[in-house]
């Protein structure tokens, strides 16, 4: 469904033709183009001006996550596996509305949750039970790891400054920041 931002007003009802939609963004390339994700590990490109589907990729396995920032060149796709962990696939953004070029896949061994990407796209922010692991988006390295004595369920990160916000099961949250990954 489409609302308007000026008075909520319902504008368009789309069906998508997918199962469950797990990602929405306008294309960082084209205003008129809405990027679609969704548990049947495909990726979709629609016109927004005739609601047109312009291209389908089917990824493989289910899309979790869609992560866009407008300061990177590239993409990036959540998967995860059904016993296996998560993959991150690079689509470069000057491909987007043909879903050409996939760039590379990064394989991370365990199942986690709540990715984040940086509003510089520098980083990849993302948890597994207790831990927050942070990714280089440029080399695809884990570069650093904080450990909490509770589960993870949050991840927030600041739009301008390298701080991040976690927050547990019972409620508690950590300010940390990123590079240093450590406790402010």
Not at 123 to 147: E, H, K, L
């Amino acid at each position: 469904m489409v609302y308007s931002t000026r008075n909520a007003a319902l504008l368009h009802v789309q069906k998508l033709g997918c199962s469950e939609v797990t990602g929405l963004s306008p294309s960082p390339t084209n205003s008129q183009q809405l990027l679609v994700t969704s548990r049947d590990g495909t990726l979709s490109v629609w016109d927004m001006t005739d609601w047109t589907l312009m291209k389908r990729l089917t990824v493989g396995s289910s899309v979790s996550h869609l992560l866009i920032s407008r300061s990177t060149e590239h993409i990036f796709l959540v998967t995860r596996g059904t016993e296996s962990g998560n993959t991150i696939t690079t689509i470069q953004k000057h491909c987007a509305a043909t879903l050409s070029h996939i760039s590379n896949s990064l394989t991370i061994k365990k199942p986690c949750d709540n990715f984040r990407i940086s509003s510089c796209g520098n980083f990849i922010m993302f948890t597994r039970d207790t831990r927050v692991r942070v990714i280089n988006t440029s080399t695809c390295a884990t570069f650093t790891r904080f450990t909490h004595d509770m589960d993870l369920c949050a991840v927030a990160l600041h739009p301008t400054r390298n701080l991040a916000a976690v927050a547990d099961v019972n409620g508690g949250f950590v300010y940390l920041t990123i590079g240093l990954l450590r406790v402010v």
